[in-house]
């Protein structure tokens, strides 16, 4: 069982940055496949990046060279490092936690068993 904390949401004008960070308790995070999700009123959860249990990263097309996932397994903490900010960014964002699960894609969120209360991310123009 782990229990998932997001912060470090807020107001930013288009251009600007965040960090979002997700602490987790119970478990380490280091035994986990660790997800960004976003999710806007009105549209489907939406897949951001994932850092996996053996280190490796993969981002969403529409966040890759702009995101950037890490993970500190001395803290028990997930990090999103949001840059270039667009006001299409503007969304509630999620950490989330699962176990292997074999041959269902990083990006699926119905896999993750743990998930944060989510912060809020607004991007004005």
């Not at 009105?42 to 996996?52: C, D, I, N, P, Q």
């Amino acid at each position: 069982q782990v229990h998932l904390v997001e912060s470090g949401g807020g107001l930013v004008q288009a251009g600007g940055s965040l960090r979002l960070s997700c602490a987790a308790s119970g478990h380490t995070v280091g035994i986990y496949t660790m997800g960004w999700f976003r999710q806007a009123p009105g549209k489907e959860r939406e897949f951001l990046a994932v850092f996996t249990r053996s280190g490796s990263t993969y981002y969403a097309d529409s966040v890759k060279g702009r995101f950037t996932i890490s993970r500190d397994n001395t803290e028990n903490t997930m990090y999103l490092q949001m840059n270039s900010l667009e006001p299409e960014d503007t969304a509630v964002y999620l950490c989330a936690a699962r176990q292997p699960v074999p041959g269902t894609p990083y990006s699926s969120h119905w896999t993750y068993k743990y998930w944060g209360q989510g912060t809020q991310v607004t991007v004005s123009s």
